[in-house]
Nanobody, 120 residues
């Protein structure tokens, strides 16, 4: 069973920075993609950023130039560096990972979510 544990959320002033972490554990054979999503109150969950196996990164337009996704393969951890935060970035942030378990069974797992609040 694959588990994701997120950390790093909190309250920050507009223009500030936060770094989210998501540690992946379990019987993992390989990871295909790691991503961050967010969900604001009353809104649908939306994709923020992805990093795929080869290292390519993609970002939603609303975070380009402000957020950066990175991973540490040795630690099976994905990060989201968030700079120049705006009040509209307030949401619960979720990490998502998909890959193969040791028996080559595909998996997609979600973290428990971490609250990010941007307010003065």
């Amino acid at each position: 069973q694959v588990q994701l544990v997120e950390s790093g959320g909190g309250l920050v002033q507009p223009g500030g920075s936060l770094r989210l972490s998501c540690a992946v554990s379990g019987s993992i054979f390989s990871i295909n993609a790691m991503a961050w999503y967010r969900q604001a109150p009353g809104k649908q969950r939306e994709l923020v950023a992805t990093i795929i196996r080869g290292g390519d990164r993609n970002y939603a337009d609303f975070v380009k130039g402000r957020f950066s996704i990175a991973r540490d393969i040795t630690k099976n951890t994905v990060y989201l560096q968030m700079d120049s935060l705006k009040p509209e970035d307030t949401a619960v942030y979720y990490c998502n990972v998909d890959g193969l378990e040791y028996r080559h069974t595909p998996f997609t797992s979600w973290g428990q979510g971490t609250q990010v609040t941007v307010a003065s």
